[in-house]
């Protein structure tokens, strides 16, 4: 078994910051890409970032500059931290791990269950 769980979100003013985390336990191997999804009301789950094992990270453009993504390997865990939030920011934001369970080959992509962050005006 494999779970992600992630850090609770909340609701912060414009302006404000917010770090999210989560951690991958459970029957792991290797952890190749962690990444963070957001999906806000009526719209399509978005990559926001994403960082492999060796720390090079990618991330979407409208975060660019506010949020950073890291990950500690020994803990299995990755972080997010959003500054300069916006109510646009406003989304349930979901933890992905890419990884590889004991005696296989193929690396599979799991997900947390998704926590809520509210940005008011």
């Known amino acids: 078994q494999v779970q992600l769980v992630e850090s609770e979100g909340g609701l912060v003013q414009a302006g404000g910051s917010l770090r999210l985390s989560c951690a991958a336990s459970g029957s792991i191997s290797s952890i190749n890409a962690m990444a963070w999804y957001r999906q806000a009301p009526g719209k399509q789950r978005e990559l926001v970032a994403a960082i492999i094992s060796g720390g090079s990270a990618n991330y979407a453009d409208s975060v660019k500059g506010r949020f950073t993504i890291s990950r500690d390997n020994a803990k299995n865990t990755v972080y997010l931290q959003m500054n300069s939030l916006t109510p646009e920011d406003t989304a349930v934001y979901y933890c992905?791990?890419?990884?590889?369970?004991?005696?296989?080959?193929?690396?599979?992509?799991?997900w947390g269950q998704g926590t809520q962050v509210t940005v008011s005006s």
């Open positions: 992905n791990a890419n990884l590889r369970r004991p005696g296989t080959v193929v690396y599979y992509n799991y």
